[in-house]
């Protein structure tokens, strides 16, 4: 029969793993959609800490109630919000680049719900967050996401207090991630935008006659929208590098 200790003891092993992964779940792409409920999200960190837990050292904690059990709780849920963070950050660059594309092709205007964080989004945002989020999955981006989780802690055991100096810097570093990789994304059709937009400058002040907003406006969307049809293959070999090294500089924030 088993005593209360023991169950007590692997309740405290157990909670390490799931705030974690909990954690993680709660800021990471696919995992935070709102079409991933939260009973769906708990159950499966549930299984999975439940896999895990076997394989870690004991913690070296009595109680999760305890003041270190508390500290404990804090540090495994701050090393699951930065590898979901910095993940996220991704498809961030990717709704950072729709925008960009969208204002200069006048289209900032149509905005519609973003399905991964339900916030409003120019549509060409929107575009670019489902593509990140069929190639994430295309790439088992989630599984490798858990991978990251389980294997962090050969880097941060249980029993590490506090969090490394140098992984809170490398996490803020990595916030330049948004725009530059946003403006990788977006740049080719920036560019040819940005002709068009000069070529019609042109045309205005040779021909002031011209109605530059009944023709400008058209032809600068349906331009765009070609644009974006011809770099689709560059934009998803960007995206799919993008989103790789997100997973990898997530576990390399705390080497």
């Known amino acids: ?42 159950l499966f960190a549930v299984l999975i800490a439940a896999l895990v837990a076997p394989s870690l050292p004991a913690p070296p904690v009595d109680s999760l109630l305890s003041g270190a059990g508390v500290l404990m709780g804090i540090r495994e849920i701050g090393v ?7 993940v996220q950050m991704a498809f961030g660059a990717a709704v950072f680049a729709g925008q960009a594309i969208s204002m200069t092709m006048g289209l900032g205007f149509a905005m519609a719900v973003d399905p991964q964080n339900g916030v409003q989004v120019p549509v060409i945002s929107q575009l670019y967050v489902i593509l990140a989020t069929l190639l994430f999955l295309a790439l088992d981006g989630h599984l490798l996401l858990i991978a990251a989780v389980v294997e962090s802690y050969q880097l941060i055991p249980i029993g590490v207090a506090g969090l490394p100096v140098s992984s809170l810097s490398a996490v803020v570093a990595l916030g330049t991630m948004v725009f530059a990789g946003g403006i990788l994304l977006a740049l080719p059709a920036l560019t040819a935008l940005l002709l068009i937009n000069v070529a019609f400058g042109i ?20 331009a765009g929208l070609f644009i974006m049809f011809l770099v689709m293959p560059g934009f998803i070999e960007a995206l799919t590098q993008l989103i790789g090294s997100s997973l990898q500089r997530g576990v390399g924030a705390f080497g």
Do not use: K
């Open 1 to 42: 029969m088993l005593s209360f200790d023991t169950i007590l003891a692997s309740m405290t092993l157990f909670a390490a793993p799931f705030l974690r992964l909990s954690a993680m779940m709660a800021v990471a792409p696919v995992f935070s959609a709102a079409g991933f409920n939260v009973r769906t999200r708990a």
């Open 80 to 86: 699951g919000l930065v590898l979901g963070f910095i």
């Open 203 to 222: 045309v205005t002040r040779t021909a002031p006659q011209l109605n530059i907003f009944a023709v400008g406006f058209p032809v600068t969307i349906l």
